[in-house]
């Protein structure tokens, strides 16, 4: 089987596909691999996750339980911490963290474990990926040396002569776009940007991801589709930055910057709207500039935008609370010892993901304070011990008319869509909208103070 593995072989019907970290990323991997017929082996450190996966149960909100049960039944998909069953497999896709440290530093130390359980099974010919986000060379400087140590060769080439070079394996990056919680695009709809090692390991890799995605588009390194990945995360940091800064500026100038962005919006060419908010979060746009601004001191080169922008959305949570603070005193009500709810936890609307959220930022502050605070997400019953935050005695409180009547102010952190945000205006005292989520509310407008 071994010697069969050209890269030709991985557009073949029958591959053996391991995913390691069956997380937001790995699993809808997994089950996509699945879904077009591959037999698919998810492989994660987590016990209980690996338990639930097997009882065809999900974890995940926007995952279904059935499409887990339909494959684990159809023998498609099972899921193991026993990382020596990686020798049975043809492909290996890495999708494990990449946090910052302590310091706002890269934590690579999840990639790094991954490839050293990897480097004992590496078998002849096996394609390995990491999709994780990351720096540009982390797939050449760290999983390459760490992969040979056992004695197989992936030669690093590129460009003119290269094509034939020899490889006893492939190694390759693929940049992760996974939206969760985006209805429109799907990990089939969205075109994925490989790269290899050397054109043999590209080959394999652009063979293997055509199975699953309507367009794939290779690159000429690993290093180029590492940056990709982080061009489009600053992008996106950079631009939310933008209109963060002008939204003070119109609320300053007393202009809706929510009717500026749509009506601006309409010009068909050149402009791309993003939308203001109490702060970033998630697990990428609010760490993966820093992987770059670190990787570019090495080049002796500061990243200006990153750090603006990084400063920029920093502050937002500190801006809703004086938005807040603000909006009390014009109620003669002080922060220290108002009852304030919270709604939305989430990072962003709709989905059961909390990484980085401002919402905790925001009742960090508030509570710092003095207010008294609840929150409601329909998403999160109860909070747990975080890394950076513990708020692990609230519970989601219940959205009664009397209890928001009960509230001195009702803070709408995260937009969620089964809100009725008619409801919550017409019964609150007053509402501070950082989303601009009380937008068609008809009655009641005078009490929504927008920041
Ligand atoms: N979540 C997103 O929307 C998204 C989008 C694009 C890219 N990414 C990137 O994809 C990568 C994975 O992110 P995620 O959101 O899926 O993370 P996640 O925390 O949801 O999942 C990671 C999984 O890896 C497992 N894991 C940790 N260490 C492991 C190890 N040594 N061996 C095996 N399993 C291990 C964890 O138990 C967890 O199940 C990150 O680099 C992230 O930046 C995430």
Redesign the pocket.
Known sequence: MAAERTPEFFAGKDVKIGI???????LPLALRFADVGQRVTG????QE?IHKLNAGQSYIQHISADKIKQHVQGKRFDATTDFTRLREMDAVLI????PLDERREPDLS?VE??AQ?IAPNLQRNQLIVL????YPGTTEELVLPILEKGGLKCPLARGAGSENVATDFYLAFS??????GNKQFGLAQIPKVVGGINPASGRAAVALYAQIVSKVVPVSSTRAAEMV?LLENIFRCVNIALVNELKQLSLRMDLDIWEVIDSAATKPFGFMPFYPGPGLG???IP??PYYLSWKAREYDFATRFIELAGEINTAMPYNVVDALVGALNSHEKSVKGSKILLLGVAYKKDVD?LRESPSLKLLELLTARGALLDYNDPYFPALHKMRHYDFSNMKSVELSPERLASYDCVLIATDHSSYDYDAIVRKSKLVVDTRNATRHVKQGREKVVHC
């Open positions: 390691i970290g069956c997380g937001y990323v790995g492989f994660d450190t987590d996750k999708c494990v963290p990449t999840y474990k991954t359980s999709e994780s986000t990351t940049p992760e776009r996974e939206d969760p990945k998630g697990h990428c760490v993966d993901d």
